[in-house]
């Protein structure tokens, strides 16, 4: 079995393309970084350190890699049974373009071997959303193809990958945690589904991207913006902090009730879950930079994302949400120079007003109770 990954960066080399190669499945990473690139070409393997309560080492064999950039990796797609992404949100569209090339390709050849594509990004349904972004460049006729050989299979991914440590000389050096899950959607598949240790199938998948990014992602990203503001640079430094754990824990168990009002869950089993997440971020073996958790709070401020999709659950349910609205809150004031959203939220935020700013970005009413609320929040804060 074949197998094209877009993204050799953390998520890719640590996880994703790691799971396929243990597989045994014959890996090519695409990636636009020609150092990543290169290297991978050259060695055809790389080492993960996975880092927990016990420290491994690992090998992963079996890879190579073409510059996403080129013709090459349309060929690779003609050629392969499974494609998968870890670029991030925001490049999925720019890839959409070399997946309808090689869909094209496969079906110039006769090709109508089942292919199924899994964006692993945090992100609800992200590989619907790529679907949609690949039928655009797409005829009628190759449309009725795709939907006919190819699948677009939802996932959910879960394992904190930070980049690499600072003075690290290995462009493929990569530190991961025990932990592990990635879910995917088996009611998506083209085919059969294939055996991939690691990779878990269920049917009822929005419940677990749900309890993934509104439990873990929010918990860790109000750890970033609380860990920021009280002077702190990575997230183990932040959670190890009583005032921030205290806060955290309460937004999660917030966020936590609208999950299992909405789908059912164990409220034991979900208060252990928060429990396992807050132990994975104070993981001592890990440096996660606060900023890297912080990043893109335009996209975090989004309908669907972290902060305000189980925010407006709690509004739904009628449930307290006292401590999402404060890390709403934290995210106007999270500066940084070198991320563009942070700039950009900061540059409406001083024009605009908070009302003003955060409706625009998370679709809540400019006069609605928890914008004021979380206007109070922000000055509380401050
Ligand atoms: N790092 C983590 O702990 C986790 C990350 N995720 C998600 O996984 C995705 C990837 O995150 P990371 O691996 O941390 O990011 P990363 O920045 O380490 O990796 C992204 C890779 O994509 C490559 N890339 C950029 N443009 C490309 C293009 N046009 N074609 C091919 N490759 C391209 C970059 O060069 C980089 O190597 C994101 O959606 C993130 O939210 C999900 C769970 C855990
Ligand atoms: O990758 P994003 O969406 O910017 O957010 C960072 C988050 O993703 C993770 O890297 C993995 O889920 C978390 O560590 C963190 O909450």
Redesign the pocket.
Known sequence: MKALH???????R??IGKLLADAGIAVTF????ET?VSELQKRNEYTVKVVGEECVVETVKNVTAVN??TDT?VDCIAESDLVT?????T?LK??SK?IALGIEKRAAANNTAPMNIIA????IR?TSQLKEAVLEHLSDEMKAFTEEHIGFVDSA???????AAEGETDPLAVTVETFSEWIVDQTQFKGEIPNIPGMECTDNLIAFVERKLFTLNTGHLITAYLGVLAGHETIKDSIEDDAILAEVSAAMEESGAVLIKRYGFDPKAHAAYIQKILGRFANPYLR?EVD?VGRQPIRKLSPQDRLIKPLNGTIEYGLPNQHLLKGIAAAFLYKNEDDPQAVELQAMFTEKGFAETLAHYSGLKSDAEVVKLAEDAYFSLK
């Open positions: 877009f993204g050799a960066g953390n998520i890719g640590g996880f695409a990636d636009v970084n990543v996403s950039a990796v992404t870890a670029v991030g949100p490049v720019i890839i070399s692993a990004e945090n992100m992200g991914v879960d394992r904190i990958v930070p980049p996660d890297r």
